[in-house]
């Protein structure tokens, strides 16, 4: 079941990188939109640490997607 979340987190990840990318968006954009730091994020990004609901929900506003478009359920 870990490994399954694990691989779960890590597509929701890759997700939202290939989100942003594809729209020309840096991570210090997306830092700014989520009032976090440019830090914070990459460490989301990256999977060293876990996202809010609500930054969750805040990056499927500013991608323009359902929430279901980037968690992987």
Same mark, same amino acid.
């Given at each position: 079941? $870990? &490994?399954? #979340?694990?691989?779960?987190?890590? +597509?929701? %990840? =890759?997700?939202? $990188? &290939?989100? *942003?990318?594809? $729209?020309? %968006? /840096? +991570? *210090?954009?997306?830092?700014? *939109?989520?009032? @976090? /730091? +440019?830090?914070? #994020? /990459?460490?989301?990004? %990256?999977? #060293?640490?876990?996202?809010? %609901?609500?930054? =969750? #929900?805040?990056?499927?506003?500013?991608?323009?997607? &359902?929430? /279901?478009?980037?968690?992987? @359920?």
């Amino acid at each position: 079941m $870990r &490994k399954l #979340y694990i691989e779960k987190t890590n +597509q929701t %990840l =890759i997700n939202v $990188r &290939k989100m *942003r990318e594809a $729209r020309g %968006l /840096s +991570q *210090r954009f997306m830092a700014d *939109r989520l009032f @976090i /730091s +440019q830090n914070a #994020y /990459s460490k989301f990004e %990256l999977g #060293y640490t876990t996202v809010k %609901l609500e930054h =969750i #929900y805040a990056i499927a506003v500013i991608f323009d997607v &359902k929430i /279901s478009d980037i968690i992987i @359920i």
